[in-house]
T-cell receptor, first 114, second 114 residues
Framework: DQQVKQNSPSLSVQEGRISILNCDYT??????FLWYKKYPAEGPTFLIS?????DKNEDGRFTVFLNKSAKHLSLHIVPSQPGDSAVYFC?????????????FGKGTHLIIQP | KAGVTQTPRYLIKTRGQQVTLSCSPI?????VSWYQQTPGQGLQFLFE???????NKGNFPGRFSGRQFSNSRSEMNVSTLELGDSALYLC?????????????FGPGTRLTVT
């Protein structure tokens, strides 16, 4: 049973436009959410996170929105740049790290077109 | 600071053999987690070590084991390798002492079982 779902395996966005990556979760115990970015042949790199007590967190071009009632979060990248082309993973954690560590989605491959 | 390092980067083993992977965390980080990444299952949590003790464990068979040394370096061992163990094995470190939310990943070890 997949507790963190990224339903779009890939997403193509034109350079300069907004990229919106979506993530849904089923476990109501999750209280901390993270986005990671991964280039080929490298490990995932932490991008941005949000606690369940907030509904928005912003860091430069990256904003994460959390809708707890819908168990949904999204990552907005504005404006999108060619270097943003990568696989993006959504991850979630229950308080205290939980028995499952970080639970990851399967990733969305973002392609920024010139 | 130097990042998380993993050795070896690539490994080819035969079914039935055993393998040991190594991870050196970021200096000062006391928590080390291991993940398995496969195309079908995405990133799955194996286990986490903190101060030489296994603190959390994912849902993997007993063939997968690990340990952590006093300098926080960690090893992961897989015995009686199966074809399905072919994957990218990622190690991540965090300062620890509390919920290991923001983890810093190494480049991974690509294990191929033939």
């Amino acid at each position: 049973d997949q507790q963190v779902k990224q339903n779009s395996p890939s997403l193509s966005v034109q350079e300069g436009r907004i990229s919106i990556l979506n993530c849904d979760y089923t476990n109501s115990m999750f209280d901390y959410f993270l986005w990671y970015k991964k280039y080929p042949a490298e490990g995932p790199t932490f991008l941005i996170s949000i606690s369940s007590i907030k509904d928005k967190n912003e860091d430069g071009r990256f904003t994460v929105f959390l809708n707890k009632s819908a168990k949904h979060l999204s990552l907005h990248i504005v404006p999108s740049q060619p270097g943003d082309s990568a696989v993006y993973f959504c991850a979630a954690s229950a308080e205290g790290g939980g028995a499952d560590g970080l639970t990851f989605g399967k990733g969305t491959h973002l392609i920024i077109q010139p | 600071k130097a990042g998380v390092t993993q050795t070896p980067r690539y490994l080819i083993k035969t079914r039935g053999q055993q393998v040991t992977l190594s991870c050196s965390p970021i200096s000062g980080h006391r928590s080390v987690s291991w993940y398995q990444q496969t195309p079908g299952q995405g990133l799955q949590f194996l286990f986490e070590y903190f101060s030489e003790t296994q603190r959390n464990k994912g849902n993997f068979p007993g063939r997968f084991s690990g340990r952590q040394f006093s300098n926080s370096r960690s090893e992961m061992n897989v015995s009686t390798l199966e074809l399905g163990d072919s994957a990218l094995y990622l190690c991540a470190s965090s300062p620890g002492g509390g919920p290991s939310y923001e983890q810093y990943f190494g480049p991974g070890t690509r294990l191929t079982v033939t």
